[in-house]
Nanobody
Framework: QVQLVESGGGLVQAGGSLRLSCAASGRTVSSYVMGWFRQAPGKERDFVAAISRSGASAYYADSVKGRFTISRDSAKNTVLLQMNSLKPEDTAAYYC?????????????????WGQGTQVTVSS
């Protein structure tokens, strides 16, 4: 099993940047497909980005493509989500996820492991 802990959320003005971190313990992040999802109040948990087990492939939701970047720091056993040009509609709780299957998983139901979430609020 893997345990995931997110950090780095906060309040930022529109156009600003934040970097979210997901620290993994118990297993190495290279054993898992790693994903980021977000959930706004009253809405479903939506896919944001995913990175393959090898780290060679990444996939993004259209709404964040070109603004967000997912990456892996194997030395720190951490997955990062760099968020630039933030918009008020990016406001949500952001969750890190992991699954041992291969490929790129785009649905929340496909992930076995989840962190507790970190809040991102973008003011206009």
């Amino acid at each position: 099993q893997v345990q995931l802990v997110e950090s780095g959320g906060g309040l930022v003005q529109a156009g600003g940047s934040l970097r979210l971190s997901c620290a993994a313990s118990g297993r190495t992040v290279s054993s898992y497909v790693m994903g980021w999802f977000r959930q706004a109040p009253g809405k479903e948990r939506d896919f944001v980005a995913a990175i393959s087990r090898s780290g060679a492939s990444a996939y993004y939701a259209d709404s964040v493509k070109g603004r967000f970047t997912i990456s892996r720091d194997s030395a720190k056993n951490t997955v990062l989500l760099q968020m630039n040009s933030l918009k008020p509609e990016d406001t949500a709780a952001y969750y890190c996820s992991a699954d041992p299957r291969g490929g790129l998983l785009l649905k929340a139901s496909e992930y076995d492991y989840w962190g507790q979430g970190t809040q991102v609020t973008v003011s206009s």
